[in-house]
């Protein structure tokens, strides 16, 4: 029902910023940031509540990352700073359509964000 399309992943030195977007094709109840690495389980690293704004994030990602949407857009972005070679991942996007959901039916194609040191 939902298409997403992330971008704006790339290779950054260790102290720089990137700034990922995500674009639905429709209307989004929630939706979050979602990040792998080889060999490690997928993290929730932040999410949205596209009507009222309020976030949540992962410790991990706290004081760094930001996300943020344009519900005219719906467009997620996730505004990523003082990133580490330990956020090295590819990075989805993911959203729900429904408040009862409480799974994330869907999923954009991910974007490679690469941290040198």
């Known amino acids: 029902q939902v298409q997403l399309v992330e971008s704006g992943g790339g290779s950054v030195q260790a102290g720089g910023s990137l700034r990922l977007s995500c674009v639905a094709s429709?209307?989004?109840?929630?939706m979050a940031w979602f990040r792998q690495a080889p060999g490690k389980e997928r993290e929730r690293i932040a999410s949205?509540?596209?009507?009222?704004?309020?976030?949540l994030y992962a410790d991990s990602v706290a004081g760094r990352f930001t996300i943020s949407r344009d519900t005219a857009k719906n467009t997620a972005y996730l505004q990523m700073n003082s990133l580490q070679p330990e956020d090295t991942a590819m990075y989805y996007c993911?959203?729900?359509?429904?408040?009862?959901?409480?799974?994330?039916?869907?999923w954009g194609q991910g974007t490679q964000v690469t941290v040198s040191s």
């Open positions: 993911a959203a729900r359509t429904s408040a009862v959901i409480n799974s994330w039916p869907y």
């Open positions: 429709g209307y989004t109840y929630r």
């Open positions: 949205i509540f596209t009507t009222s704004g309020n976030t």
